[in-house]
């Protein structure tokens, strides 16, 4: 009668380059033991390796003289790559000093091939198999004792899981703050001081443990200590088995860990949030985000919105007050703030002076809104900070929980972009994203990457408005006029493209090529059309290329190169560059007036300097703002205006152009005010280079009427 338990069959891998030798050995384990025994036979070394990726063996029978590898270095090499594995070598030579070597380096046994029968070779691998498995068996016996021993100095425990008592050593209990008489025998002793959020865990991976799941016990728990308070603990463990393979005696060590797991929790505590305002970080905030999108995902039910605050005039305040004022600052609107917030909600700081918050349950958009007033309400009043009265207000962007939402880069970036709409609404305001402000950021977007690219392909042209004498009613000079010939959109004027253009810092490139463009054509004029006084040419300039230290060393190298009279080159600045920043401008302009560069204030009467303060700065011409001529017969006085700034600036020794002249009468007013320039389209409007050289061809004069 067959036994019920099927026979193990056990699985060789052959290593041998005589296909003859290994067909022998086929034979003679198929003799012995027709079913007991599957051999996968190769003939190299390296095939070896390749098949050990891919598949288990119980054994391997070992030639030592291969192709690819010979010797006893063969035996090291595979024992390198498995030590696990048992090993028998076969040899052709019967050498007693290589065999003994060869058992010194790992080999369970050492066959001659000329003397290999079906009865030797199958009792040799039995042999080697179960003296591997002996070995293991001790391994692991020497491995529990170590950990005991090492455990000394930690509590120990043992559990007799027969009785279902547990001895615990006299250090166990002093780590609870207890004497050893003191606690008793049962499980409940450990179990019953365990931190509720913890005591499942433990039960579970002593259970998987006991049933085979896991090699050993080990897992990190909190436990009460005498005085109430938890400790962190890291207990260790490891069963004996009787014949039936029951676990009935289970021991093990318990170390204190509560210093390790309190820098761990301060090390994740400090990664996650900001160090100034204690507030979780960005990488906090996103995690929650995600968590809080993926929800959203499964059920969109659990709606959210992401609310993103950026200071309005924060760096003026550490420009003027210092940094640490600043931070003081931040700090205290951080409190603010987080007292808005709804208890299941989050704020974070993102860095400098922005923050976000994430709402949760969000139903509609007015719980979100609220949440924004109560956050703008919250900056009204003043901060007292080391005795300064500070006054700050924020801008705030909206984005809500949406079904075209996948990322959270997507909803920070549309809350993101809802708050540059706030701040351009004015300070203190918010926003709620919607599609079409997105789309007109990706607008904005590509504006900027065909601007970049503008710059690199020289698209960038040229135009030229005639200013003309009101007392001769000749050609006097031209202004210069940037015109961006785009490739898709056509001519661009300045109002499309400037003000990003100072934005991305791209303006300074501009400003500077458009200074020596324009000196080249204009010595080209000057030579070809010469007249007295000659021809001058006007360029505006920027605040931010204003700001530039080199700006007086790049115009005179441009003089220099171009051999134009510096003071046929006029300078156009507005009085609002001036006034950013008065005492480094001024710097400049003097600089600049050194070089005989004559300087202009364009737009006149639309900024803030008054006519008094015209004496202040090294100018040469005023230019008045066209407004003002286009209504010079109207009810409100700008007649007079004219007349008073006309006047004034002779009185400082400065010429005067009027901007916007359109009708004759104007002209004739202008001429009976004694103005020295007028400029519009009376005269012309702004013309490329080739219809600017005809005009001159022309010599035309114009006559007021």
């Given amino acids: 009668m067959e036994s019920s338990t099927a026979k193990q069959v056990l699985h060789l891998l052959l290593i041998e380059d005589n296909s003859a030798d290994a067909v022998l050995l086929r034979e003679l384990f198929r003799e012995v033991d027709p079913t007991g025994f599957q051999i996968v036979h190769v003939s190299r070394f390296i095939e070896a390796l390749d098949l050990f990726e891919q598949k288990n063996f119980d054994l391997v029978l070992l030639d030592l003289s291969l192709p690819d590898s010979q010797g006893l270095e063969t035996l090291v090499r595979f024992r390198h790559f498995n030590p696990e594995i048992p090993i028998v070598v076969l040899t052709g030579h019967d050498d007693q000093e290589t065999a003994v070597e060869a058992l010194r380096k790992g080999a369970q046994d050492y066959l001659v091939k000329g003397r290999i029968d079906g009865e030797l070779i199958t009792r040799s691998v039995r042999y080697a198999l179960e003296r591997q498995r002996a070995l293991g068996a001790?391994?692991?016996?020497?491995?529990?004792?170590?950990?005991?021993?090492?455990?000394?100095?930690?509590?120990?425990?043992?559990?007799?899981?027969?009785?279902?008592?547990?001895?615990?050593?006299?250090?166990?209990?002093?780590?609870?703050?207890?004497?050893?008489?003191?606690?008793?025998?049962?499980?409940?002793?450990?179990?019953?001081?365990?931190?509720?959020?913890?005591?499942?865990?433990?039960?579970?991976?002593?259970?998987?443990?006991?049933?085979?799941?896991?090699?050993?016990?080990?897992?990190?728990?909190?436990?009460?200590?005498?005085?109430?308070?938890?400790?962190?603990?890291?207990?260790?463990?490891?069963?004996?088995?009787?014949?039936?393979?029951?676990?009935?005696?289970?021991?093990?060590?318990?170390?204190?860990?509560?210093?390790?797991?309190?820098?761990?929790?301060?090390?994740?505590?400090?990664?996650?949030?900001?160090?100034?305002?204690?507030?979780?970080?960005?990488?906090?905030?996103?995690?929650?985000?995600?968590?809080?999108?993926?929800?959203?995902?499964?059920?969109?039910?659990?709606?959210?919105?992401?609310l993103f605050l950026d200071l309005d005039r924060f760096k003026t305040i550490n420009d003027s007050l210092g940094h640490l004022i600043g931070d003081r600052l931040l700090s205290a609107i951080a409190g603010r703030l987080e007292r808005c917030i709804p208890p299941e909600g989050l704020i974070a700081r993102f860095g400098g002076d922005e923050f976000a918050v994430l709402l949760h349950n969000v139903t509609a958009v007015n719980d979100a809104a609220r949440v924004a007033k109560s956050m703008?309400?919250?900056?009204?009043?003043?901060?007292?900070?080391?005795?300064?009265?500070?006054?700050?207000?924020?801008?705030?962007?909206?984005?809500?929980?949406?079904?075209?939402?996948?990322r959270t880069e997507e909803i920070l970036r549309d809350a993101d972009t809802a708050m540059y709409r706030a701040k351009a609404a004015g300070m203190g305001k918010y926003r709620l994203f919607d599609t079409t402000m997105h789309v007109r950021a990706m607008a904005l977007w590509q504006l900027e990457t065909d601007l970049r690219r503008a710059v690199e392909r020289n698209e960038f042209a040229i135009y030229y408005q005639p200013i003309v004498s009101l007392k001769s009613g000749q050609l006097a000079g031209f202004e210069a006029l940037v015109r961006w010939n785009h490739p898709e959109r056509g001519l661009l004027y300045p109002a499309d493209f400037i003000a990003l253009a100072e934005e991305t810092g791209l303006l300074n490139i501009i400003d500077r090529w458009t200074i020596r463009r324009g000196a080249e054509q204009l010595k080209s004029w000057q030579d070809e059309h010469p007249q007295e006084p000659a021809l001058f040419l006007n360029v505006n300039l920027s605040g931010s290329l204003l700001n530039q230290s080199d700006l007086a060393g790049y115009v005179e190298s441009v003089l220099q190169e171009t051999k134009i009279s510096p003071n046929t080159l006029k300078l156009e600045i507005t009085e609002g560059a001036v006034l950013s920043d008065i005492v480094g401008i001024m710097h400049t302009l003097t600089a600049l007036q050194k070089l005989n560069v004559h300087l202009c204030i364009d737009d006149f009467g639309t900024g803030y300097s008054s006519l008094s303060s015209l004496h202040y700065y090294p100018i040469n011409t005023l230019k008045i703002d066209g407004s003002f001529i286009m209504s010079m017969n109207g009810e409100s006085g700008n007649m007079d205006i004219v007349r008073t700034i006309i006047t004034l600036a002779h009185d400082l020794d400065l010429e005067v152009i009027a901007e916007g002249v359109e009708t004759p009468h104007q002209f004739y007013q202008l001429q009976a005010l004694n103005c020295e320039f007028g400029q519009g389209s009376l005269f012309s409007k702004a013309i490329d280079s080739r219809s600017s050289r005809v005009l001159l061809t022309q010599k035309p004069r114009w006559i007021a009427s």
């Fill in 376 to 406: 703008l309400l919250a900056m009204d009043e003043p901060f007292l900070i080391h005795g300064h009265e500070v006054f700050t207000s924020g801008s705030i962007g909206i984005a809500l929980s949406a079904d075209a939402y996948t």
């Fill in 138 to 306: 001790l391994r692991e016996s020497e491995e529990r004792y170590a950990l005991a021993a090492r455990a000394a100095n930690d509590g120990l425990w043992d559990w007799n899981l027969t009785l279902n008592e547990i001895y615990y050593s006299p250090r166990w209990c002093l780590m609870l703050g207890f004497n050893e008489e003191e606690i008793g025998n049962s499980p409940s002793e450990w179990f019953h001081r365990l931190h509720p959020d913890d005591l499942e865990a433990t039960r579970n991976a002593i259970d998987l443990y006991l049933q085979g799941k896991t090699s050993h016990f080990e897992q990190e728990y909190r436990i009460r200590h005498r005085s109430g308070s938890y400790r962190w603990m890291l207990s260790r463990g490891m069963a004996l088995y009787n014949e039936h393979g029951q676990p009935y005696r289970m021991a093990g060590s318990q170390s204190d860990i509560t210093v390790r797991k309190h820098t761990e929790e301060r090390l994740i505590y400090d990664a996650l949030h900001d160090p100034l305002t204690h507030l979780p970080n960005r990488l906090y905030f996103q995690e929650q985000l995600e968590s809080a999108l993926r929800n959203f995902e499964a059920d969109r039910s659990e709606q959210f919105a992401v």
